[in-house]
């Protein structure tokens, strides 16, 4: 019996042109319905996901966000800290200088805001896209004194790519307690975390907080930041057109996608 269902939302929950599928919404209200707690897990500020998970299920302090790829837990009615960690200030300083020399979209998060380190159509989009306002600011590390959950690379999957190896070759210089990973969650994001951070290790520690059996856990994911997280469930599902390495550390991989009620096959194939 499964009595935690963590789900990352982009391309899992929501379609890929960002709607929300009836059959999605109705199942998680089923399960909800049924006692199970729906964890939304996301590479989003929790003030994103609230968007989005507010249109399934009534804001409760007995449901939990994953936000920022795991650097931050909160339930989702009040918006009560369960955990956190955050990309310190001198990581913060290393990756604005890169930026800075190699003209790459940043941004790091404040609050319920995001700032970037100069305004571009890149940060519009965004902003439309996650429904959260933006600050300009050309000087990170003193726009974020209490450091960033996380910081995102904007660009062409091609060209952050290229860029990875020397990004992640920052933290040669940085103490231990500075240092970061990548990872992206869309071709086109490339986010920073502290290390150590992830959505699995940040089920794991809500699921210890809740006392929950870890056998008693299933995440559901399609990208490359899902894939600790599915592999610290119980069971670890990918939806049918996850990316190669979520399908790789998936126990099961479903027949459907988001756009095609992934939440429903999960509810009948697991909860049924």
């Known amino acids: 019996m499964y009595r935690l269902l963590a789900t990352d939302i982009d391309d899992t929950l929501l379609a890929h042109d960002g709607t929300l599928p009836q059959a999605n919404r109705e199942a998680l209200r089923s399960l909800h319905e049924a006692g199970v707690i729906i964890v939304f897990c996301s590479g989003r500020s929790d003030l994103s996901i609230r968007t989005i998970a507010a249109g399934i299920l009534e804001p ?4 939990y966000y994953i936000a920022f790829n795991g650097a931050l837990i909160v339930t989702a009615g009040t918006r009560a800290t369960v955990a956190r960690r955050y990309v310190t200030g001198t990581a913060i300083g290393a990756l604005a ?6 003209a790459l979209h940043l941004q790091g998060y ?5 700032v970037v380190n100069a305004p571009s159509a890149l940060a519009d989009r965004y902003a439309e896209a996650t429904r959260t306002r933006y600050l300009v600011n050309d000087d990170l590390p003193a726009a974020l004194p209490a450091g960033s959950p996380k910081l995102l690379f904007i660009g062409r999957n091609e060209h952050l790519t290229r860029h990875r190896t020397g990004i992640e070759a920052l933290n040669d210089a940085l103490p231990s307690e500075d240092r970061f990973v990548t990872m992206f969650s869309k071709p086109h994001y490339l986010e920073i975390v ?3 951070v992830n959505k699995g290790d ?3 520690r809500l699921a210890d907080t809740l006392e929950i059996p870890r056998d008693e856990t299933l995440a559901v994911g399609d990208g490359e930041n899902d894939v600790e997280m599915i592999r610290a469930a119980g069971t670890g599902v990918a939806v049918a057109d996850a990316h190669e390495a979520a399908r790789d550390a998936a126990d099961v991989v479903l027949a459907s996608g988001a756009d095609d009620g992934a939440m429903g096959e999960i509810a009948r194939r697991f909860f049924g």
């Open 202 to 204: 940040a089920l794991v």
């Open 60 to 63: 409760d302090d007995e449901e």
């Open 194 to 196: 502290a290390s150590g």
């Open 97 to 102: 200088g890169y930026a800075r020399r190699h």
């Open 110 to 114: 404040s609050g319920d805001e995001f």
